[in-house]
């Protein structure tokens, strides 16, 4: 990947990969971690208020014969809706998430995964996602999702845990703030 433009349902500027600018994902997670042989591995691009995954399903991750598990569907879509804040700095936990999937997803064809910010009420934090085709952009599942703000003993506990949060994120918000200014100065 080159970080340039690449294809989304349209060209958009990439703006940060986390794991290039120092995320930590030696973890255990199910959906981002590195260390769990049967996760997802996931690896986001970020923005303001959004987050995006590229993801090919394995067949350990099957419902159906050729189909992924509507559980693993709901999991990258939590999970990439999750890092749409989480890249932020804000720390947050799912209290609601509703799924409608609306065709099969493919094993073994790349889909891709967006989530984004849609409401930021303090206490709550209100978000939507998308699994789509990669190859033509039809929409496969939706899904909008509630978080909670994680208790700041939680947050600060999870902090020692993945050591080197706040410096990954400054990088993350330094490049998602040069790419806004970049495409500020560009309309005018």
């Given at each position: 990947?080159?970080?340039?433009?690449?294809?989304?349902?349209?060209?958009?500027?990439?703006?940060?990969?986390?794991?290039?600018?120092?995320?930590?994902?030696?973890?255990?997670?199910?959906?981002?971690?590195?260390?769990?042989?049967?996760?997802?591995?996931?690896?986001f691009?970020?923005?303001?208020?959004?987050?995006?995954?590229?993801?090919?399903?394995?067949?350990?991750?099957?419902?159906?014969?050729?189909?992924?598990?509507?559980?693993?569907?709901?999991?990258?879509?939590?999970?990439?809706?999750?890092?749409?804040?989480?890249?932020?700095?804000?720390?947050?936990?799912?209290?609601?998430?509703?799924?409608?999937?609306?065709?099969?997803?493919?094993?073994?064809?790349?889909?891709?995964?967006?989530?984004?910010?849609?409401?930021d009420?303090?206490?709550?934090?209100?978000?939507?996602?998308?699994?789509?085709?990669?190859?033509?952009?039809?929409?496969?599942?939706?899904?909008?999702?509630?978080?909670?703000?994680?208790?700041?003993?939680?947050?600060?506990?999870?902090?020692?845990?993945?050591?080197?949060?706040?410096?990954?994120?400054?990088?993350?918000r330094?490049?998602?703030?040069?790419?806004?200014?970049?495409e500020?100065?560009?309309?005018?």
């Amino acid at each position: 990947m080159d970080h340039g433009e690449r294809e989304v349902r349209r060209a958009r500027p990439l703006v940060a990969r986390l794991l290039d600018l120092g995320v930590d994902f030696e973890h255990w997670c199910f959906a981002c971690g590195r260390l769990n042989p049967s996760g997802l591995q996931l690896d986001f691009d970020v923005s303001t208020n959004s987050a995006t995954a590229r993801y090919t399903g394995l067949q350990r991750h099957q419902g159906y014969d050729g189909s992924l598990h509507g559980g693993v569907v709901a999991a990258l879509l939590d999970e990439t809706m999750g890092w749409a804040i989480f890249h932020q700095g804000i720390w947050g936990v799912t209290a609601k998430l509703e799924v409608t999937f609306k065709r099969p997803v493919p094993v073994g064809e790349e889909i891709v995964v967006s989530g984004q910010l849609v409401n930021d009420r303090g206490r709550t934090i209100e978000t939507k996602g998308t699994v789509t085709r990669s190859s033509d952009g039809t929409v496969l599942a939706e899904a909008t999702a509630i978080f909670m703000r994680m208790p700041d003993e939680r947050r600060a506990e999870l902090e020692k845990r993945y050591s080197r949060t706040d410096e990954a994120f400054a990088r993350v918000r330094a490049a998602v703030a040069a790419e806004t200014q970049h495409e500020e100065h560009a309309r005018t």
